[in-house]
């Protein structure tokens, strides 16, 4: 079966230009979560979704990230005006109750 | 402030021995633990979990290992296998809540 999948799998971006990055989960997970891992750091919530629930964004560093989840499905993390420090993998995860399953994650260079 | 802590950042075992890797967490409201496995270019994948209503939990080669009054968890790997050479993570999370605070990670290396 399909795991988990995100897109692009490597980003490079120079700074101050947008970036968008998909999160395709698992078919019938009804939660979905993001996270940040920078270089020598643990993940980094970032963002959560669960059903039809207004998400919980406390984790967003700031307000140039957003994220979106379309039709309960696919996941759009969106970070604007990009900076160095936005430099990181970030994943995404899905689940249907405890445990959580990984995409690939995508490793966004800021230039 | 970290509240979940994994101290050592590098382990290095040789074949067949046991590997443990430590964990310590300062919230006492977790009362749920994971461990994952994460190989490079991959996400991290789950490995196994204890509630705090358990002191150990084990699945094959893996034992993990709940002490609540020290705030210490360990997941030992016995025997150890290159296979096994990995990150490995820790996370905890508290009932009722959906957020997991993960520790920054201990590489695993196995020697043959």
């Known amino acids: 079966g399909a795991g988990v999948s995100q897109s692009p799998s490597n980003k490079v971006t120079e700074k101050g230009k947008d970036v968008e990055l998909r999160c395709d989960p698992i078919?019938?997970?009804?939660?979905l979560y993001w996270y940040r891992q920078s270089l020598g750091q643990g993940l980094e919530f970032l963002i959560y979704?669960?059903?039809?629930?207004?998400?919980?964004k406390s984790g967003l560093p700031s307000d140039r990230f957003s994220a979106e989840r379309t039709g309960g499905s696919v996941s759009t993390l969106t970070i604007q005006r990009t900076q160095q420090e936005d430099s990181a993998v970030y994943l995404c995860?899905?689940?249907?109750?405890?445990?959580?399953?990984f995409g690939p994650g995508t490793r966004l260079t800021v230039l | 402030d970290q509240q979940v802590k994994q101290n050592s950042p590098s382990l290095s075992v040789q074949e067949g021995r046991i590997s443990i890797l430590n964990c310590d967490y300062t919230?006492?409201?977790?009362?749920?633990f994971l461990w994952y496995k994460k190989y490079p270019a991959e996400g991290p994948t789950f490995l196994i979990s204890?509630?705090?209503?358990?002191d150990k939990n084990e699945d094959g080669r893996f034992t993990v290992f709940l002490n609540k009054s020290a705030k210490h968890l360990s997941l030992h790997i016995v025997p150890s296998q290159p296979g096994d050479s990995a990150v490995y993570f820790c996370?905890?999370?508290?009932?009722?809540?959906?957020?997991?605070?993960f520790g920054t990670g201990t590489r695993l290396k196995v020697l043959a």
């Open positions: 204890i509630s705090s209503i358990k």
């Open positions: 996370a905890a999370s508290a009932s009722g809540t959906y957020k997991y605070i």
């Open positions: 919230n006492s409201m977790f009362d749920y």
């Open positions: 078919s019938g997970h009804t939660a």
């Open positions: 979704f669960q059903g039809n629930s207004a998400p919980d």
């Open positions: 995860a899905s689940s249907p109750e405890d445990t959580q399953y």
